[in-house]
Every structure is written in C-alpha cells, then in structure tokens.
C-alpha cells in the first residue's frame, strides 16, 4: 500500500551565503545527496532539505564592507548556492532561505508558542560574544582561550543590551536524559561524549534577541528586538515541512528528521538548543544528528593565505578533469565519515586510480569477453567449479551489508564495499583465466560459467555505486543493458542478468588522465 511507504528525511545545515561554498560546504551536502539517492533507490519516500542562513551580525558586517544592503547581499550570494548544488547534481527536495516569508511566518508563530509557554522572558545580557559562531561565551571560556573565537581564532567582541532569553536551564536535566537514554541521538560516540561532558559543567538560558540589530525577525511580542540566529535557524528543519503555517501536510508526513547532517563545530547547537525548543514546543526529536569532521588540506589547516584553500574553482577543475563522479567517491573515500579528513592530490589521484583500475576495468575486460566469445550475450550457467562460491557469496551479500553501512551512515563503506567486489572478481578473472579456456573447446561450458558469474558481480558493483557516482555507475549499467527506472536497489541487485541478455558496447567509464 502506497500510504505504508517507509519515509526519510535529511537535512544538511543551513549555510551562512556571507561567501561562496567552498570544500566544506561541499562535503556535507554530497555526503547528504548520497545518503538521500540510497533511500531513493531503495523505494522510501525521501526528503532531503539544504538552504540558507541569511540573519545575523555577520551578515549585516558583510554587506556593510561591500557597501550594499544585507538583502542584497543574501541574493546575490544564494544565487551561487542554488547554482552549484545543480552543478554539482545535488539532489535536494527543498531549498529554505530564512529570509523567505514562509519562514519568518512560521517562525514568528514558534516564538508566539515558546511566549505563551512562559519559556522566553526579558532580562538583560553583559559579556563575550563569538560572532563568528554567533555564540554567547562565558567568562570562563573567554579567559582559556585568550578572549578569542575556539573556532575562528578571532578577538571576542564585548556586548551589554536587554535581550530576551530562552528558558534553556528549565530543558537542560531532559535533554541530558534523553541523550543518555538515546545513544544512537549523537553520532559518532565521541561527539556525544563531548555534549555530555559539556552539559555537566553547567548551562545558562539562551539570549535569543537582539534589540541593537535590525536584520532580522522581529519578535512579536516585541518588534524593538530581532530573534537572534539559533531560534531561526534551527526552526528551518521544520518550517521547510510547513509547520505553523496553514498547510502542515507535509510536516507531518516527515517530521521528526532521520539524521540532521552537520559539522562538528555547530552540535551543541543541534543536540541541545534544538531540543530544548523542540520539548517547548511538544514536538518529538529528531531521530539522529550525525556531526562529520573537518578537512585540512596536505596536514594543514585550509587558509586563503597558505594557498591550501579548496575553493569552488579548485573543485570545479577536478570535476572538469576528472568527473563530479570521481569527486564524489574521493570525498567519501577519504576517511571513516565522521573523522577529520586531508586532502591532498596524491589521494585523489589514488582513489581516481582506484575507480579506473578496479572499476573501470572491471567492467571493460567483461563486457570485451563476452562481446568476442559470446556475441554479445549472456551465457547460462555451465560448469562450476569451487573457485565460484566466493564470488557468487560477495556478489548476493553486497546488498545487505550495503544496507547496514548506510544504516549507520558509514559513508566510507558505502564506496568501498562495491569497490571490493570489483577486486574480487577482477582476481576471479585472473584466476580462472578466460583467455586460456576459450582457446579450449572443451572447456566452454566453464567460461560460460565464468563470463557469467563476472557479469553478475560487476552489476551488482555499480547498481551499489549508484548513489555515490550516480552519473558513472548509471553510465555502467547501460553498457551492460540495464535498465534502472522505476526498480529498487533490491531489485536491481536481485534480478540477475538472464542468459541471452544482451550487453552493449564497452567504454571507458574512467580513461586515463594525462597527468599535464
């Protein structure tokens, strides 16, 4: 039945457009992307969400320097979001901009509940303030680190206004509960050990206002003052569904969230201010925040100054060179997802290799086979031999164990695990050698065998890949006359190629790159 479909919702942060995307930006939303094109394929009802946060001081300094108005600096800068996420075929259902009147309405009716909750209230605010992270800082804080940014490195800025708070502390003992009780809330383990360590420590109510800014959501009750960003921003998981507006079909289809994708620099913000408002709110947690590592590029921190930046046009000429495919697999081939990450050439032109080598060739040696021994046509099953009965057991296993690793968002092994059936049926080959026991008539029945059983391997690989490289491995599969609409990964892995299928031409999925 069409209604008891199984649902997933995704989301990346919503990024600050005080600049273009550059690596990180990219990171999360293909990790996203792909994670998204596996629910896809697996026949779920998915929704996969990206989008803009446009308020802030940051946002109002940025456009100040470049002598323009705050909204026309989010415009024009949205612009270049909306645009590489097509070029780079992200796949996004929805795109939210917290500037949009969708938003502000529905935001303005969040701060009307969290009012009436008694959970926001006036006092007044004096301290450090991070504006880079858009984070109040305390004392102690700001002392340990020299009254500089823990993330940026730059100088704290001193502020003293009325503002009005979020009753934080009063949600503080339930969301300490619940992650406890919840460990799969915060991943990966060490992240939520980080959240619980810092919980313990102590926390304060939450400024959500500013009354010295105007760029912003007034708040309703107080038109004097802004909502200040985490209020805003985090409530954009839930406005882009429609919630607090007039049609909240959609919300309640796919809320809660599945796994909120991150960056490790804004957790404490998505695993304890969002809750804290959610509980307010009566509305259940998402079921996951995933918080992925930072990239560093040849062992060092990226900077513009160091030259080490990986910037737009630096991805954009690896695309270009090698396939937006290529640079998928790169990203999440480089480290267990989660953990830090460096780029450097050397690893890219290693893991390019890898497709070309393992994949590419994988796929050429068979098709070529079949096409000189077999016209072109898959032939049935004859002799087997015990040399089989591993290959045969890899290629009907990759599926499940496909399943678990995105399942607990083991994003490496998503591009590894097909990667490893084509090495096994690239030694398969090797080992049965086809070349010889087609010069032998009496041995047909085994390269039968063989040039099926290599078939069915090499399928199965690239309908695995299809979420990672959906261009190249879509590419694959039409050579082996495969056809993907409308079937399910299940499927796609389940239904051998029959014999008498017949193949296409073979080309290169990854030619080789003369190194210029």
Known sequence: MADQQKKFYITTPIYYPNAEPHLGHVYTTLCA?????????????????????????????????????????????????????????????????????????????????????????????EGWYDEGQEEFVTETEAKANEFKSSVTGKPLTRYQEPTYFFRLKKYVPRVQQYIEQNPQFIQPDARRN??????????????VSRATLKWGIPLPQDPGHVLYVWIDALSNYITALGYASGDDSRFKKYWPADVHLIGKEILWFHTVYWPAILFSLGLPLPKQVFAHGWWTSGGRKMGKSLGNFIDLDRLRAVAVQHSQDALRFYLLRAAPFGSDLDWTDA????????????????????????????????????????????????????????????????LQQCAILPIELARATNGYIDATAPFSLAKDPGKSKRLDTVLNRAAQAIKNTLVALLPVLPDKAAAGLEQLGVKIDGRTIDDLLRDELPAGHKIGEGQPLFPKIDPK
Request: hydrophobic share 35%; with cysteine; aromatic share 8%.
């Open 33 to 125: 992307d792909t994670v998204a094109r596996y629910h896809r394929l697996a026949g779920e009802d998915t929704f996969f969400l990206t989008g803009t946060d446009e308020h802030g001081i940051k946002m109002v300094k940025t456009a100040a320097a470049q002598n323009i108005e705050p909204q026309q600096l989010v415009d024009r800068v949205v612009k270049v979001f909306e645009d590489v996420w097509k070029e780079f075929e992200v796949s996004n259902d929805d795109f939210i901009r917290t500037s949009s009147d969708r938003h502000k309405k529905a935001v303005t009716e969040i701060v009307k509940k969290l009012v009436a909750n008694d959970d926001i209230y006036l006092g007044s605010y």
């Open 194 to 207: 980080e959240v619980l360590s810092k919980l313990k420590q102590g926390v304060e109510d939450l400024s």
């Open 347 to 410: 690893d890219f032109a290693k893991s390019y290799n890898e497709l070309a080598n393992v994949v590419g060739n994988c796929l050429n040696r068979t098709i070529k086979m079949i096409g000189r021994y077999r016209d072109g046509l898959i032939p049935a099953i004859g002799e087997t031999a015990d040399l089989d009965a591993h290959l045969v057991s890899q290629t009907e296993s990759l599926g499940r164990s496909l399943a678990s690793a995105y399942e607990k968002l083991e």
